[in-house]
């Protein structure tokens, strides 16, 4: 009975422990605006993200192995139609090497651009730790929203906030 006990003992402090590991992480810098940065696109082309302001900027963390990742591609592809100049979407790869984006992106026919594996690493300058994370800025540049993972409900609420930082 004594062992039961010490395990207990030992849970308890790992949980315990995980959640001050957790909330470390919570201290993180945090982007409140679009950061001066430049990055190489799929389709060959580079974009600074300073210059998109005047537009409402989505981008979408991503890649081919993340099967939710996978799912909001339709949905990314319909509000890029539905908010044509005024969005710019940029999926974020920095897992996946150029010619697996350029393909896949084919293949799904996308209308917007991502990014594929360099050595910068992207989704730790946004502190992005689940996937798909979106982070949505308005015209001025600043973040509005950020949503993790994928629900039906979240894209509505993007909607939303896409059509609100638009007007």
């Given amino acids: 009975m004594k062992s039961k006990g010490a395990l207990i003992s030992i849970l308890f402090v ?3 422990l995980s959640f001050t590991f957790k909330g470390n992480a919570q201290t993180k810098t945090k982007i409140k ?15 600074k993200l300073t210059e998109l ?13 993340c099967y939710p990742c996978l799912k ?13 100049d005024d969005l710019v979407i940029i999926g974020i790869n920095d897992y996946d090497i150029q010619e697996d984006v350029v393909d896949y992106f084919n293949y799904k026919k996308a209308n917007y651009i ?17 996937f798909p994370t979106t ?3 308005d015209k001025e540049g600043k973040l509005v929203k950020t949503d ?9 609420s993007l909607r ?3 059509k609100k930082a638009v007007q």
């Fill in 148 to 156: 993790m993972g994928l629900s039906e409900a979240g894209m509505r």
């Fill in 14 to 16: 790992l949980f315990a």
């Fill in 53 to 65: 302001k005047g537009k409402v900027v989505l981008l979408d963390f991503w890649y081919r192995g």
């Fill in 114 to 130: 991502s990014t594929f594996k360099t050595k910068s690493v992207l989704y730790k300058t946004f502190n992005v730790e689940v």
């Fill in 135 to 137: 982070m949505l800025f």
């Fill in 160 to 162: 939303r906030a896409i």
């Fill in 33 to 47: 605006s679009l950061p001066d940065l430049e990055f190489k696109l799929h389709n060959g082309q580079t974009v």
């Fill in 72 to 84: 909001a591609v339709p949905h990314l592809i319909e509000l890029q139609k539905e908010f044509k």
